[in-house]
């Protein structure tokens, strides 16, 4: 009867396992959701990836206050984004991006590159936005954008140069194709996927 029972037990083990819930998101991933929630003007999605505290924020105001705030996020944020920089808190209870992408400027419509400082907490063992603070003025200690890719040379050679556009030393050469910079987009296809993991 005991071996029957163990047994049993086992086999409920082994089936529940699979569903055994996944490994919390990389604090990237998560920001990636809620800046397309944003950008879309999604309040419900929105709301998944923010902290309890901030969703009751947003709860208590009226509806129209609400749209306002969703109009005001979306329109100070780039369409897409590079993440600049992660920092996880020794205790992994916070974490800090940086990230950056092309936006238009309040004044004039020109396009700017704008910097955002993105805080994370973790809540129930999952990351959640804290804060999202868009600026264009980059954040100290903020390391550079990878170079862009290979069609800079196409339109430079289209115009004679006169100067070098650069004066720091060209990047060491590695064999083999490099694997294109990680961008986050509001509508990402599957390769946009595949360079960010």
Aim: glycine share 6%; aromatic share 4%; charged share 25%.
């Amino acid at each position: 009867m005991k071996s029957t029972t163990l047994r049993a037990l086992a086999a409920v083990a082994i089936l529940v396992a699979p569903l055994a819930a996944p490994a919390a998101e990389e604090p990237e991933a998560v920001y990636a959701k809620f800046h397309r929630a944003a950008i879309s003007r999604n309040l419900e999605e929105l709301l998944r990836y923010g902290p309890d505290a901030r969703r009751a924020e947003l709860g208590s105001m009226s509806d129209a206050q609400k749209e306002a705030v969703l109009k005001m996020a979306a329109s100070m944020m780039p369409r897409a984004f590079t993440v600049r920089s992660k920092q996880v808190a020794a205790n992994g209870r916070s974490a800090r991006l940086v990230v950056s992408g092309a936006g238009e400027s309040l004044i004039g419509g020109r396009p700017e590159m704008l910097f955002g400082e993105i805080a994370m907490v973790m809540e129930r063992g999952e990351w959640k936005v804290d804060e999202s603070n868009w600026s264009s003025e980059a954040p100290a200690n903020v390391p550079s954008a990878k170079p862009a890719a290979a069609k800079a040379p196409a339109k430079a050679a289209a115009r004679p140069q006169s100067a070098p556009v650069s004066s720091s030393p060209a990047p060491a050469r590695t064999l083999g194709a490099a694997k294109p910079p990680c961008v986050y987009k509001a509508v990402m296809t599957a390769d946009d996927v595949e360079n960010c993991k």
